[in-house]
């Protein structure tokens, strides 16, 4: 194997699984202690959705059995799976058990969860907890400082006093653009364990953050927002190199603020619209994103997939392994300071204009 | 027959043979008010449907693909779709998802959900020009 590249592999067995070459692409980076370099895959918002009896929506499963079956393809292996948030649709003890389950498929050791409001609002997270462990976390890996939060938590009124069950709950949170639904956040918990977990770590160690909602504001009314987003930007802004990634948004998105490089998961079940094609309400989409191409509707997999993450010397490259499409390739460009897409970053192509 | 019957009857007959100028013109501002009323209300139909799980079969729904209908394009049908290899229009793609992602069955093209649907679809894209055929 050692004599085979990556892509190489993929080309070769994921004809036996996918009936073609797989979506899969590398760019090799060589540097000084290659010991510091690894690789993790990143998969995310999967919404398994539960029918009836044994019957569960069978598009969100082949996206979810998909993805699992071309990570297993990798090699070398990731050190580690990351995933992003919304294994089940509406948190139910059936959609975790069965979404634990494909994702159980995994050849991989290790996979740290990140919690979704969808995985959430039934029954705030309990049974989750009990199968995957605490909510917020932070672990290390090769010198690099991972920290896990929740951050679809809102406000206690909203989640404790309006609901007459958590399937009311559950339900109106849900519906991305239901307006009887309430703005995320971190919450001052957290953030104080937050800030008491960086207080520990050198200010020149790479930090990685993982939440569901993105931690900066792009568009309330879907919650490509995070209510206190700034409030925890400060307490990363002291850190070198900060990479935040979230899920949530079932599209490419990517940003820097300050020394916070930010990049969003596909999902493994459905595309999302780009909040600037609701014509009715403006929204804050970041302008060094170049938008995913548009969904085909007629290939049910289109616009969707999941990611790889090379960390090297601190910084990331996402790579976009996207089932219908092209892969794309988001890299930190040391020269300009910010995430980049290797290819169209200044050459746009008709797909990737959104109306 | 009473004199009021006969003079209905025959103003009924008059009615249908003659035009008569100035019937259809007027119409008051409670009309108006009627008319944006009863639209207001298929608006508010097809946002229902367009969330209920029971429109399909297997419990999704359209807004989970497309919040506030966001994606749908409405002002560019009639337009050429590749797939079908012919120029479609809105309510065919309506019950291709209907058919596809929600695992259902076709509507027909005047059933009132499909009518209260693309009401509703197209009301979130008010104020967007019109552009037939655009991809």
Known sequence: ????????????????????????????????????????????????????????????????????????????????????GDLAQLGTKAELDHGLELMSALRHDKVHYVMGEHDYYLDLGEYWERQLGPQWYSFDHKG?????????????????NRWSSGEERMAVMAGLDNPSGSPFMVGEKQRDWLRDDLSMIAKTTPVVVFSHSPLQKIFKNWNFWTEDAEQVQVLLKPFDKVTVFYGHVHQIQYNQIGNISFHSAMATAWAWPYPETYAQVDSLLPKLTVEMNRADPFFERDATGWQFVDVWSGNATLHYSLTENQPRTVAFNPKTGRPEDTVYQNDRIPPQQHF | MSRLSRVRQAAWLILAIVPVVGAAD??????????????????????????????????????????????????????????????????????????????????????????????????????????????
Request: glycine residues 6%; hydrophobic residues 40%; neutral net charge.
């Open chain 1, 1 to 84: 194997m050692s004599a085979m590249n990556r892509r190489d592999f993929l080309r070769r067995t994921g004809g036996l699984i996918a009936g073609s070459a797989l979506p899969l692409s590398l760019i090799e980076l060589a540097f000084a202690d290659e010991q510091q370099n690894f690789t993790f895959a990143y998969i995310s918002d999967s919404h398994i959705q539960h029918i009836k009896g044994k019957d569960f929506v069978r598009n969100w499963d082949r996206g979810l059995i998909r993805t699992v079956g071309e990570a297993n393809l990798m090699d070398p292996r990731p050190d580690f799976v990351m995933y992003g």
């Open chain 1, 144 to 160: 690099v400082h991972f920290v896990v939060l929740n951050s679809v938590l809102t406000y206690d009124e909203w989640t404790h």
């Open chain 2, 26 to 135: 007027p119409f008051t501002k409670q009309d108006l008010s009627d008319w944006q009323s009863a639209y207001d209300q298929v608006v508010t139909a097809g946002r229902d449907a367009f969330t209920d799980p029971k429109l399909g079969n297997n419990g999704v729904v359209c807004a989970q693909c497309h919040p506030n209908a966001a994606n749908t394009h409405p002002e560019t049908y009639p337009k050429f779709q590749k797939q079908l290899g012919r120029v479609a229009v809105m309510w065919e793609m309506i019950n291709w998802c209907i058919r596809n992602p929600l695992e259902g069955k076709d509507l027909q093209p005047d059933d009132p959900r499909m009518i209260a649907l693309q009401a509703y679809i197209t009301q979130e894209r008010r104020g967007v020009a019109l552009a037939p055929g655009k991809h």
